[in-house]
């Protein structure tokens, strides 16, 4: 990226590593507010924290069970029912 400002300087910055590689990582933080934001209209913010819950503990789980519970849900089914 090359900036020229008014007075014709010129700032270039390249990145090389892409965002979420190794060489350049997101943080926990990031990766959680982005599944936030992307699941909003479809969970409600309990199941948000659980599906993070599950996931952060994904490896020393018994079994996936939990996870996929919440995962599971047929969200359209449940909408339609509370509307009705």
């Known amino acids: 990226m090359t900036l020229l400002t008014r007075d014709g300087q010129a700032f270039f910055h390249e990145e ?11 943080s926990e933080a990031e990766v959680q507010r982005t ?3 992307n699941a909003d209209s479809l969970l409600s913010a309990d ?6 819950a599950a996931v952060s503990e994904f490896e020393r789980l018994p079994d996936a069970s939990d996870l996929l ?14 509307a009705a």
């Open 69 to 82: 519970a919440i995962l599971g849900v047929d969200r359209r089914a449940r909408d339609r029912k509370e």
């Open 16 to 26: 090389l590593a892409r965002r979420g590689s190794p060489e350049n990582p997101v």
């Open 35 to 37: 599944f936030r934001e």
């Open 47 to 52: 199941e948000a924290d659980r599906i993070i």
